[in-house]
């Protein structure tokens, strides 16, 4: 589902055009400000937050229906209920959602609280499977939780399974996820070990040498968090947060604990709670089509083999102000006027896209909504091939430096009955080239490496620009240095390390 090269001339210039205190505005607001958000993250790659880009978009592919249903109604009034419901729907999909409708509302100006309904008091409740098990809840890693952890999981002989750095503007973050095996007596069939995840945010010390064997340390404190990692590597952060990816946790001595204190599932909550909405005209349908399929994309950055294919800042640029003008199209009189509105702001959004979007716009309208003729394809003449400078893999010379985005290596491991090997994952900022047309930009490129013989990381790799450079014989064990060795990733082919 690509839509064309990444590199965007300026700034996408972003703004809501929307102002007062009523929930429909709100949602204009919100939408907009999500755009801008996206638009931050990416504009230089050199501090690329694909997490915000992630969770932006994240808010919309399943809001975005219910967002053209609530501004097309007849009424001033009904569209005020109507978008008061939806506010109200998007809040309670679980309070890191709302968190962040409340956040990016207050910077835009405006005050979401008074139109939501009070939040939740007190902690969430663990949930239950649909066996009627308490499943594990991702908390907050404190002392408590590290020690319960340590309690029912042998973390002294704990090996890493996947360990990923990575930039998210102005601080470091991380992931790690490691295998132990359970201290409690669980029913068969079950993976003879258990999976643990750990996210970590403000990392201020990393150091980790491949194959991350020799057990797991947790310590949790005021002072931040210290894990020590098998072969005497350690990740240090201001906070995190972890949950036991394990089917029989409710088994474990914490899963006991909190099945004596959670509700059990009832019918009600069996059943999936539905987005409101309603029919749509062909036209807004049209659009909102448009629109989410563009929220897909830039929601496929989570997936770091797409973030550097993702032409965040053009899709942000194309969609700039859609909230406002959404909220116009569905204001008009008339279903024939708010049609017509609908169909202008289609076109609006091609022209803002240029032509490296027209084309892909047209096909999204002709094979999702069945739609011809509201974009024009441009001509042959008119499209920009894929160019260098939109981070696909090119073959070529490796730059002389780069700023690391992130790193990551995972070992070989069995998933869902396929055998995976060892890889590691490097995301790098990479300066203009030469012959580019977008002078002075950066470009994001995504390597991947299969199998390697050495991974190495410490935190010095992340300080800025740093020199880059390719050892070893090409026919040989070969890899890549970054930061004088404070990023080591090689293979026994080295063919196999090309960066470009």
Same mark, same amino acid.
């Given at each position: 589902?690509?839509?064309?090269?990444?590199? @965007?001339?300026?700034?996408?210039?972003?703004? /809501?055009?929307?102002?007062?205190?009523? $929930?429909?505005?709100?949602?204009?607001?919100?939408?907009?400000?999500?755009?801008?958000?996206?638009?931050?993250?990416?504009?230089? @790659?050199?501090?690329?937050?694909?997490?915000?880009?992630?969770?932006?978009?994240?808010?919309?592919?399943?809001?975005?229906? #219910?967002?053209?249903?609530?501004?097309?109604?007849?009424?001033?009034?009904?569209?005020?209920?109507?978008?008061?419901?939806?506010?109200?729907?998007?809040?309670?999909?679980?309070?890191?959602?709302?968190?962040?409708?409340?956040?990016?509302?207050?910077?835009?100006?405006?005050?979401?609280?008074?139109?939501?309904?009070?939040?939740?008091?007190?902690?969430?409740?663990?949930?239950?499977?649909?066996?009627?098990?308490?499943?594990?809840?991702?908390?907050?890693?404190?002392?408590?939780?590290?020690?319960?952890?340590?309690?029912?999981?042998?973390?002294?002989?704990?090996?890493?399974?996947?360990?990923?750095?990575?930039?998210?503007?102005?601080?470091? /973050?991380?992931?790690?996820?490691?295998?132990?095996?359970?201290?409690?007596?669980?029913? $068969?069939?079950?993976?003879?070990?258990? @999976?643990?995840?750990?996210?970590?945010?403000?990392?201020?010390?990393?150091?980790?040498?491949?194959?991350?064997?020799?057990?797991?340390?947790?310590?949790?404190?005021?002072?931040?968090?210290?894990?020590?990692?098998?072969?005497?590597?350690?990740? *240090?952060?201001?906070?995190?947060?972890?949950?036991?990816?394990?089917?029989?946790?409710?088994?474990?001595?914490?899963?006991? *604990?909190?099945?004596?204190?959670?509700?059990?599932?009832?019918?009600?909550?069996?059943?999936?709670?539905?987005?409101?909405?309603?029919?749509?005209?062909?036209?807004?349908?049209?659009?909102?089509?448009?629109?989410?399929?563009?929220?897909?994309?830039?929601?496929?950055?989570?997936?770091?083999?797409?973030?550097?294919?993702?032409? @965040?800042?053009?899709?942000?640029?194309?969609?700039?102000?859609?909230?406002?003008?959404?909220?116009?199209?569905?204001?008009?009189?008339?279903?024939?006027?708010?049609?017509?509105?609908?169909?202008?702001?289609?076109?609006?959004?091609?022209?803002?896209?240029? #032509?490296?979007?027209?084309?892909?716009?047209?096909?999204?309208?002709?094979?999702?909504?069945? *739609?011809?003729?509201?974009?024009?394809?441009?001509?042959?003449?008119?499209?920009?091939?894929?160019?260098?400078?939109?981070?696909?893999?090119?073959?070529?010379?490796? #730059?002389?430096?780069?700023?690391?985005?992130?790193?990551?290596?995972?070992?070989?491991?069995?998933?869902?009955? /396929?055998?995976?090997?060892?890889?590691?994952?490097?995301?790098?900022?990479?300066?203009?080239?030469?012959?580019?047309?977008?002078?002075?930009?950066?470009?994001?490129?995504?390597?991947?490496?299969?199998?390697?013989?050495?991974?190495?990381?410490?935190?010095?790799?992340?300080?800025?620009?740093?020199?880059?450079?390719?050892?070893?014989?090409?026919?040989?064990?070969?890899?890549?240095?970054?930061?004088?060795?404070?990023?080591?990733?090689?293979?026994?082919?080295?063919?196999?390390?090309?960066?470009?």
């Amino acid at each position: 589902m690509g839509w064309g090269p990444s590199g @965007v001339p300026g700034s996408p210039g972003l703004s /809501t055009g929307v102002s007062g205190g009523s $929930a429909v505005s709100a949602l204009a607001v919100l939408l907009d400000r999500s755009m801008e958000r996206m638009a931050e993250a990416a504009a230089d @790659v050199r501090v690329f937050d694909r997490e915000a880009i992630r969770e932006a978009a994240d808010v919309w592919d399943n809001n975005l229906f #219910p967002l053209f249903w609530a501004v097309s109604a007849p009424s001033a009034g009904e569209r005020e209920r109507r978008a008061s419901t939806v506010l109200e729907w998007m809040a309670g999909l679980g309070e890191r959602r709302r968190a962040w409708m409340t956040e990016q509302a207050a910077v835009a100006g405006y005050d979401l609280g008074a139109l939501l309904p009070p939040a939740p008091a007190g902690p969430c409740a663990p949930g239950r499977d649909y066996l009627g098990h308490v499943m594990a809840p991702q908390d907050r890693l404190t002392r408590e939780k590290a020690d319960e952890l340590a309690a029912d999981y042998d973390l002294t002989t704990a090996t890493v399974r996947h360990v990923r750095v990575e930039r998210a503007g102005g601080r470091l /973050t991380a992931f790690l996820r490691v295998v132990a095996d359970r201290r409690f007596a669980v029913e $068969a069939p079950v993976p003879p070990a258990a @999976v643990l995840d750990v996210w970590l945010d403000g990392v201020t010390d990393a150091d980790f040498v491949s194959p991350g064997v020799g057990g797991v340390i947790l310590d949790a404190g005021s002072r931040g968090i210290a894990i020590s990692l098998g072969g005497g590597g350690r990740l *240090r952060a201001a906070g995190g947060e972890c949950r036991p990816d394990d089917r029989s946790w409710h088994l474990s001595a914490a899963g006991r *604990r909190a099945d004596a204190v959670t509700p059990p599932r009832t019918g009600r909550q069996a059943r999936p709670r539905r987005a409101p909405g309603g029919d749509l005209g062909p036209d807004a349908h049209a659009a909102a089509l448009l629109l989410r399929h563009a929220m897909l994309e830039l929601r496929s950055v989570r997936y770091p083999e797409r973030a550097d294919r993702v032409p @965040v800042l053009l899709l942000c640029r194309a969609f700039s102000g859609a909230g406002a003008a959404i909220v116009a199209a569905g204001a008009q009189t008339g279903a024939r006027r708010r049609e017509a509105a609908f169909r202008d702001v289609i076109r609006r959004w091609a022209v803002q896209g240029g #032509p490296r979007l027209a084309g892909g716009f047209a096909r999204v309208l002709r094979a999702e909504a069945g *739609r011809t003729g509201l974009v024009e394809t441009p001509r042959i003449a008119d499209r920009t091939p894929p160019s260098p400078a939109d981070g696909s893999s090119v073959q070529g010379r490796t #730059p002389s430096q780069a700023v690391l985005v992130m790193a990551s290596w995972t070992a070989a491991h069995t998933s869902y009955g /396929t055998e995976r090997p060892t890889a590691a994952q490097l995301q790098l900022a990479l300066p203009p080239r030469p012959d580019e047309t977008l002078p002075g930009r950066w470009r994001l490129r995504t390597a991947g490496f299969e199998e390697p013989v050495a991974f190495r990381l410490r935190t010095a790799a992340f300080e800025g620009a740093g020199p880059l450079v390719r050892v070893g014989a090409p026919t040989e064990a070969c890899g890549l240095d970054l930061h004088r060795g404070a990023l080591h990733v090689a293979t026994a082919d080295g063919g196999r390390v090309s960066v470009s």
